[in-house]
């Protein structure tokens, strides 16, 4: 590590501000939101009784999925010793702490009484899902905060392969946290699957590297400094394997689906009849974000191009929220099972309606702002980005 | 030491003896009080209800709905759309595959012996009382609504508006969530549920589980009854026969 110099950006061009204030603009309009929906109470939003989680959600636990998994790359540097991603464990623990900080803004603020989040700071019950995420999340900030410590400090290096293992363990928990949440909801015919956990902790993976590899390359050509083939090629290497893995879990959660006859009624409903569910699912979570990423990274002719990568890393962003919209919006629209074998004729049991409404999309969005302005400004104050990462010197660290 | 007692000394006497005594007769009265208003609230019991959907009419359910928004307050929201609304009972036509029969039933809390609202609220607001009531603690619950994801039976409401003139016994808050309280202000004064008070027939029966002499015991010994989910193994405090 000794040869790589990090260095702060300088931070003082015009684009460095117009981002900055953008940025700031729809974090404002974020808080704006939340005033509005605080006041007014949650009927101004497109959420119901039925659809108790709408877009808020969406925008928040895409971002905590994608935190967890932007710190991989530092975890395959500390803990599996590849010393090519090493230059990149900074940024990679940066946009992990960014993004999660994103996230948690949106899900504390989304509450219905946000003026009580200090009863869920002090008032635990330790059987809830709920419970426990909010300690894996404030401990992750932790963690994530020792573990850059450790990289920062040339003093402390030696300790970053235990902190890293320590903090590789604990966004793996994380995720299961997260996808727990929802996996072991019995009632509910689209949760209710053991699945969800591991499928959360692959979808980490390919949210949070597609995430990472923007950044990384925004930020590597607004600063004009070099980046080269070799570490590139091989985030998309990996990216494509996450984007397969995905596209795995999906099918053997679904087909697993269908196999079971009580969770046939919501299959139907996502794969075939489901109006823009089904749509959603099709075009836009299998197609736009799996297949046609999938051919972009691996195709001979896309193969080579960065901006086919960025590209490919946006189509899986996208994806990535369809399919958390699909998971928690469809899945909640469908009704439940309260009869067996009976049909439910009035007062329960049709598709619930949900129309996301304004407030909500700009509250999802300023998380989003919140976690690239914390990485556009820490950027600038601290050395996270090496000062090169051209293909020489990466080569030199690969063979180590 | 025949020290004449001066207006001055008096005074302070007498401020002394009235706050001291102020002091011990308010505790008394707390103490008197709170010992008459504290019913205790032991698993000894088990409140219940038996609802039977071969003598339960439409308009037996529309009164049950009516009573308990008269009871409760809810239901004058006039901001939240019609699926904003609470709904802390909901009145259902199932009709049977296979027989086409139709049954009506009164839906609403179930009030689990292992709810699974209670088991996800992360700040214990979603609470069981010892007798079996569900009930959600309005001053912890952060309005996170994973209770409402939890829920079985779709039984539990979010007010998604600014309340005014509530009823004293039910306060009721924007951003928290709410459900049937099996109308506990009245049970524990040894009243009935007003849902089951406004049928006037044995459609409905509540009380206490557990007690052998009590009619819902007796009859549920000897009708064929179901809880809604049983697969589920929550072992509902509300039961339902004829369906």
Not at chain 1, 45 to 51: A, D
Not at chain 1, 186 to 207: E, G, K, L, T
Not at chain 1, 259 to 269: D, W
Not at chain 2, 235 to 240: A, E, L
């Amino acid at each position: 590590m000794s040869n790589i110099r990090f260095e702060q950006i300088e931070g003082k061009s015009l684009g460095f501000y117009i981002l900055i204030t953008g940025l700031g603009i729809l974090i404002l309009a974020a808080l704006g939101s939340v005033y509005y929906v605080e006041h007014h109470g949650h009927f101004v939003t497109g959420m119901n009784n039925r659809i108790v989680w709408g877009m808020p959600h969406v925008f928040a636990l895409f971002l905590i999925v994608a935190a967890s998994g932007a710190l991989n790359v530092a975890s395959i540097s500390s803990v599996f010793n590849k010393k090519l991603y090493k230059p990149l464990s900074r940024l990679s623990g940066l946009v992990a702490l960014s993004l999660l900080a994103g996230g948690l803004m949106v899900l504390v603020l989304d509450l219905g009484r946000i003026d009580r989040l200090i009863v869920a700071m002090t008032e635990y019950n330790f059987k809830s899902i709920f419970a426990w995420n909010i300690i894996l999340y404030n401990g992750f900030f932790v963690v994530v905060a020792i573990y850059l410590w450790m990289m920062f400090e040339r003093r402390m290096n030696k300790f970053s392969h235990k902190v890293g293992l320590v903090a590789f363990s604990w966004r793996l928990i994380l995720t299961t946290g997260t996808g727990s949440i929802f996996g072991f909801l019995v009632a509910r015919q689209a949760y209710d699957a053991v699945i969800m956990a591991p499928m959360f902790i692959i979808m980490s993976f390919s949210f949070g590297l597609a995430s990472f590899i923007l950044i990384l390359m925004a930020s590597y050509k607004w600063t004009n400094r070099p980046l080269g083939n070799i570490i590139v090629n091989r985030l998309r290497n990996l990216l494509g394997v996450f984007v397969a893995a995905v596209m795995y879990f999906v099918a053997v959660y679904h087909l697993g689906n269908l196999y079971l006859a009580e969770n046939t009624g919501i299959e139907n409903f996502i794969l075939f009849d489901g109006g823009i569910y089904t749509k959603l699912f099709w075009y836009g979570q299998i197609i736009l974000g799996g297949i046609v990423p999938m051919v972009l990274i691996y195709h001979p002719i896309t193969k080579g191009d960065r901006s086919m990568l960025g590209l490919s890393s946006v189509l899986i962003i996208i994806g990535g929220f369809i399919q958390l919209y699909v998971i928690i919006i469809g899945g909640q629209a469908y009704p439940m099972e309260l009869f067996p074998g009976k049909e439910v004729l009035e007062g329960y049991g049709d598709i619930a309606q949900y129309l996301v409404s304004l407030p909500e999309v700009f509250l999802g969005i300023g998380g989003i702002a919140l976690a690239i302005i914390i990485v556009t400004f820490l950027v600038k104050f601290l050395a996270f980005l090496p000062e090169s990462l051209e293909d020489d010197l990466a080569d030199l660290y690969y063979k180590r | 030491m025949n020290k004449a007692l001066n207006r001055r000394d008096f005074i302070k006497i007498m401020n002394a003896t009235t706050t001291g005594v102020a002091i011990v007769a308010s505790g008394i009265t707390l103490t008197t009080f709170a010992s008459v208003s504290e019913t205790p609230v032991t698993n000894k019991k088990r409140w219940g209800l038996l609802i039977d959907t071969n003598k339960l009419t439409e308009t037996d359910i529309d009164g049950m709905v009516n009573a308990c928004q008269q009871e409760q307050g809810w239901g004058t929201e006039i901001r939240s759309t019609s699926s904003q609304k609470p709904g802390w009972i909901k009145k259902l036509k199932i009709k049977d595959k296979a027989t086409n029969k139709v049954s009506n039933l009164a839906l609403m809390c179930q009030h689990c012996e292992e709810p699974p609202c209670v088991d996800v609220c992360p700040t214990n607001a979603s609470m069981k009382r010892e007798d079996g009531i569900v009930l959600v603690d309005k001053h912890l619950c952060i309005g996170c609504r994973y209770c409402m994801m939890a829920c079985p039976y779709d039984a539990r409401s979010f007010v998604h508006e600014t309340l005014n003139n509530q009823k004293e016994h039910m306060p009721r808050g924007k951003g928290t969530v709410e459900a049937c309280t099996m109308c506990v202000h009245k049970v524990d004064k040894g009243e009935t549920p007003a849902c089951v008070e406004s049928v006037n027939s044995e459609a409905v029966i509540f009380g206490n589980l557990y007690d052998e002499s009590s009619q819902i015991n007796q009859t549920l010994k000897i009708v064929q009854s179901s809880q809604i989910r049983a697969d589920l193994n929550l072992n509902t405090g509300v039961r339902y026969s004829g369906i």
